[in-house]
């Protein structure tokens, strides 16, 4: 805790609490949540509310008052009220609130629902306080049931930084990530925060979609119609098993692949500004969020490649043609020689595939939040970037030795168009090399250098001797 005093009358028995006394108008779903999480990490809690003498539902040992015996109580005020509501606060008169903190928690139910933010909006209506906008992401249900885990950031914004670092306090201390986001003018987009629908699963759904959709007609195109165009046949039932079963893990180690890209751009990046100092490109920064759920998605769509894999021998289609082969072999009484490299090369091909979906299913689980809090971050990061590249790395050796020898052949070239697996294989190709070159001994010395906090001389001095002031690139 920094030096902030709240205001606590030490007669009341209730308030005899070390972390002094905080004060909440409303005593509504969000402000009975936010009081019993207050209560239960050693603040003193008071209600301002219309109804003091109706305290029933209220968390023991809040005390409930009017809203102006309750402002005297603490410097601090979470105003957990709805904005159409807030005109009693200008009623109550400024001085009541003059000089206090007040927290805008709320919400609106649409965007540009007004002209302005309702954080602004409370600043105008009471501007003898400093209003700070925070908790307006974090759910009643979530405050109350403790489903809150350390990652859950507290959006956090206003005018007053001595304001602002009493709300952070609080948060941190109710074991919530206070994330500063400047001025009140930052209001509006932190309201706007709550109404987006699963914000960083957006892209990669997205492109899952998108992706799936281009390497379905991809394969349809070059197994189904090629096959009626050129052949007269029809084996459109293929679409059901065959084509899934192709679609589903070349989306999947694309996606794979995708997860991994920026980590390296991101490397690549900071050898060229010589400092990890300087921001990434937004669009990268994005990318770089969402990469848990592109690989959850990735690893969801490898899943489906095996159940649809192990339905194979089940296959009607399937059972047809061996019988068929079986009994052509009896009609001419011969038996087919068995071939040992077909036999390594469809057991190395399984084999690598297995321990390729072992390794995909322990980093689903090692992302999700009670598996990764559980771990320190040089746990996570192993398990995350050496094991997510070797995971990547035997996804793209199985997908080779499923092509094996095709690569070469021309027939496997329809219409002089690559098969969908050999598409899958470039993204990863590009990663794995790009990840190469980066732990090449000279380049990860120079990486490591930069982030631990090196930074290469600036552009133009004499010390790196280029007389244009161009960069140099110090490996
Ligand atoms: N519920 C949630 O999960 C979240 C809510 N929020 C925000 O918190 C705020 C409160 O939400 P919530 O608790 O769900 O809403 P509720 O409707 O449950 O509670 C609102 C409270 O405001 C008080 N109130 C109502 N009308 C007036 C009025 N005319 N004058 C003064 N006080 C009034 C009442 O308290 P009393 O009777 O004691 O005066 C009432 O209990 C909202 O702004 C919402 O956007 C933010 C994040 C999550
Ligand atoms: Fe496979």
Not at 227 to 241: K, L, Q, Y
Not at 437 to 463: F, H, Y
Request: net charge positive; hydrophobic share 45%.
């Amino acid at each position: 805790m920094t030096n902030i005093s709240f205001s606590m009358p030490m007669s009341e028995p209730g308030f005899q609490r070390k972390l002094g006394t905080v004060c909440i108008f409303g005593t509504g779903d969000f402000g009975r949540s936010l009081g019993l999480r207050l209560l239960q990490a050693g603040y003193g809690v008071v209600f301002g509310s219309r109804n003091p003498k109706n305290s029933s539902l209220l968390p023991k040992g809040a005390q409930v008052m009017s809203h102006e015996e309750a402002a005297q109580t603490s410097r601090i005020i979470f105003v957990a009220v709805h904005r159409e509501n807030y005109d009693f606060l200008q009623q109550a008169g400024g001085e009541m609130l003059a000089g206090k903190v007040l927290v805008d928690v709320s919400n609106n139910l649409r965007r540009n629902q007004y002209p302005e933010s309702n954080a602004e909006h409370l600043s105008k209506l009471v501007p003898a306080a400093s209003v700070v906008k925070a908790f307006n992401t974090v759910s009643a249900w979530a405050l109350q049931s403790g489903g809150l885990d350390a990652n859950r950031q507290v959006l956090i914004c206003g005018d007053n930084s001595e304001a602002k670092q009493m709300v952070v306090d609080i948060a941190r201390s109710l074991g919530l990530t206070a994330l500063d986001k400047g001025s009140l003018r930052a209001a509006g987009e932190i309201e706007d925060y709550p109404l987006q629908l699963f914000p960083l699963w957006r892209l990669p759904i997205a492109l899952a979609t998108g992706l799936t959709a281009f390497i379905f007609f991809y394969v349809l195109t070059l197994d189904v119609i090629y096959a009626a165009v050129i052949d007269g046949e029809d084996i459109s039932f293929r679409i059901m098993v065959s084509l899934a079963n192709k679609v589903f893990p070349i989306v999947s180690l694309i996606m794979l692949a995708l997860c991994y890209l920026p980590g390296a751009m991101a490397g690549f990046l900071q050898l060229y500004n010589g400092t990890k100092y300087r921001r990434f490109p937004d669009w990268l920064d994005r990318w770089m969020l969402c990469r848990k759920q592109l690989g959850l998605i990735a690893l969801a769509l490898a899943s489906l490649h095996v159940l649809y894999t192990l339905i194979i021998p089940f296959r009607y289609y399937v059972r047809y043609r061996v019988n068929i082969w079986t009994a052509a072999q009896i009609k001419q009484n011969k038996t087919g020689t068995f071939d040992t490299t077909m036999a390594w090369r469809t057991d190395s091909y399984y084999s690598v595939g297995i321990l390729g979906f072992g390794l995909y299913v322990l980093l689903g689980i090692t992302s999700l939040p009670s598996v990764s809090n559980t771990i320190n971050w040089r746990e996570f990061r192993f398990i995350q970037s050496k094991l997510g590249h070797l995971t990547l790395f035997l996804c793209t050796l199985h997908t080779f030795l499923y092509g094996w020898d095709k690569f070469l052949r021309p027939s496997a070239y329809k219409w002089y168009l690559p098969p969908g697996y050999m598409l899958s294989l470039v993204v990863p190709c590009v990663v794995l090399v790009l990840k190469f070159v980066l732990i090449t001994p000279c380049v990860d010395r120079a990486v490591t250098r930069i982030r631990q906090g090196w930074e290469r001389k600036p552009a133009g001095s004499l010390a790196n001797g280029d007389p244009k002031g161009r960069r140099l690139l110090v490996l």
